[in-house]
């Protein structure tokens, strides 16, 4: 099947820093990649979505300045927080698709970001 | 608007008891349906994707049925498991590859 991996699984970083996760399609060409946030008993929600080699496109009320997202290959995107708060700390999920996977999504195993 | 409620919020239920849980969609056009298993701290796993042509799939303890006419799913966990202990999210894709989520039922399984 269809495996995506992100690195890191947790990561703590203090205010005002920035921090990069990426999102691995491990088996498969990606051609689109998508970015989701969850907070606590809440569902996923979209961020961004990418095809690779072009600009992301933001769900409203996401800010494109502070998560950066580049999808330079059909095997990686990274996301990256920039100048994070507390308020960022989160529980961030990609999920990758592509001609292979039939075009459906599959989940990353998610990165824990705490911001302190 | 693209929509799917699920019920329970939440739901405890004792090791061994089977349980159902409810998805209803408004999703158009309508591609498939999944249902996911999420552990705390972990990404979404597959459990079951449906067309809507299938009314019934299976995988081990877990049974999803579709009514494509009432828009509505079901989940059924059998002979439950401490490890059952997850959130259980209903996923309905529409055009193209994107997805609309439900709020996931928080399933916890005790002794």
């Known amino acids: 099947g269809a495996v995506v991996s992100q690195h890191p699984s947790w990561v703590i970083c203090k205010s005002g820093t920035s921090v990069k996760i990426e999102c691995r399609s491990l088996d498969f060409q990606a051609t689109t990649m998508f970015w989701y946030r969850q907070f606590p008993k809440q569902s996923l929600m979209l961020m961004a979505t990418?095809?690779?080699?072009?600009?992301?496109?933001?769900e409203q009320g996401v800010e494109k300045d502070k998560f950066l997202i580049n999808h330079a290959s059909l095997t990686l995107s990274t996301l990256t927080v920039t100048s994070a708060h507390p308020e960022d700390s989160s529980f961030y999920i990609c999920?990758?698709?592509?001609?292979?996977?039939?075009?459906?999504?599959?989940f990353g195993p998610g990165t824990r970001l705490t911001v302190t | 608007k693209n929509q799917v409620e699920q019920s329970p919020q939440s739901l405890i239920i004792l090791e061994g008891k089977n349980c159902t849980l409810q998805c209803n969609y408004t999703v158009s056009p309508f591609s498939n349906l999944r249902w996911y298993k999420q552990d705390t701290g972990r990404g979404p796993v597959s459990l079951t994707i449906?067309?809507?042509?299938?009314n019934t799939k299976s995988n081990g303890r877990y049974t999803a049925t579709l009514d494509a006419d009432t828009k509505q799913s079901s989940l059924h966990i059998t002979a439950s498991q401490l490890s059952d202990s997850a959130s259980y999210i209903c996923v309905a894709r529409g055009a193209g590859n994107m997805l609309t989520f439900g709020g996931g039922t928080r399933l916890m399984v005790k002794p």
């Open positions: 449906m067309t809507f042509s299938e």
């Open positions: 990418s095809n690779e080699g072009s600009k992301a496109t933001y």
């Open positions: 999920s990758a698709s592509g001609e292979r996977s039939s075009y459906e999504q599959y």
